[in-house]
């Protein structure tokens, strides 16, 4: 199972920090990845961290302002979201795949394939 936190109300340049909890799985051995969808568009993968925490994918409409990291000993990936926009706006998920790498997960994982996370509603404005 995945659960994602953090969401909330934010003003512009403002940041957040998501964290998404994994269990069931042998998590160091892991790699997850953040996405995020507006309603009426398809996901978009946002993050994605390999097992280990030295790889990683960043999306670029999020580059310089979003990181991804992880802490093994709590079974956690975090995605902080610093000079938030507007554009941010989205539900967030996070999402896993056993055997996947962390490229794969961001660029090709499908809703109706691995494990995802209930989603976490990130809102931007003033």
């Known amino acids: 199972q995945l659960q994602a936190s953090g969401g909330g109300l934010v003003q512009p340049g403002g940041s957040l920090r998501l964290s998404c909890e994994v269990s069931g799985f042998r998590f160091a051995h892991l790699a997850v990845g953040w996405f995020r969808q507006v309603p009426g568009d398809g996901r978009e993968g946002v993050a994605c961290i390999g097992e280990g925490g030295e790889d990683k994918y960043i999306g670029d409409s999020v580059k310089g302002r979003f990181t991804v990291s992880r802490d093994d000993a709590k079974n956690t990936v975090y995605l902080q979201m610093n000079d938030l926009k507007p554009e941010d706006t989205a539900v967030y998920y996070c999402?896993?795949?056993?055997?996947w790498g962390y490229g794969a997960i961001c660029l090709t994982l499908e809703p109706d394939s691995g494990s995802w996370g209930q989603g976490t509603l990130v809102t931007v404005s003033s």
């Open positions: 999402a896993t795949a056993s055997g």
